[in-house]
Nanobody, 127 residues
Framework: QVQLVESGGGLVQAGGSLRLSCAAS????????MGWFRQAPGKQREFVTA????????AYADSVKGRSTISRQYGENTVALQMNSLEPEDTAVYFC????????????????????WGQGTQVTVSS
């Protein structure tokens, strides 16, 4: 059974940093495209970042580009999202997702390409 568990969320002041982690079981992250999405209160879930199976292909939403980095920790079977210079607009529930579409070749930004989702972790950025 596939399970993705996010951790690392919390309350942080604007300008601060957080490192979110997604621990996978039942799948090997190195064989999947892995993505992070977020959903702010009253808004639809949106793409944040993704990495393809090899790690050489990444994609970032314009809103986080230059402030965020997605990375894999192969030995731990986890995927991390490092976020810096956080803004109140980054406040949301952050979800980890895994995609085997096209054998994980691409860093997908589309939600419907992902087959497995975590439950999310709350990030709150205070001004």
């Amino acid at each position: 059974q596939v399970q993705l568990v996010e951790s690392g969320g919390g309350l942080v002041q604007a300008g601060g940093s957080l490192r979110l982690s997604c621990a996978a079981s039942g799948l090997t992250v190195s064989r999947y495209s892995m993505g992070w999405f977020r959903q702010a209160p009253g808004k639809q879930r949106e793409f944040v970042t993704a990495v393809n199976w090899s790690g050489r292909g990444t994609a970032y939403a314009d809103s986080v580009k230059g402030r965020s980095t997605i990375s894999r920790q192969y030995g731990e079977n986890t995927v991390a999202l490092q976020m810096n210079s956080l803004e109140p607009e980054d406040t949301a529930v952050y979800f980890c997702a895994a995609s085997l579409s096209s054998s994980g070749t691409f860093a997908y930004s589309e939600e419907n390409k992902y087959q497995h989702w975590g439950q999310g972790t709350q990030v709150t950025v205070s001004s």
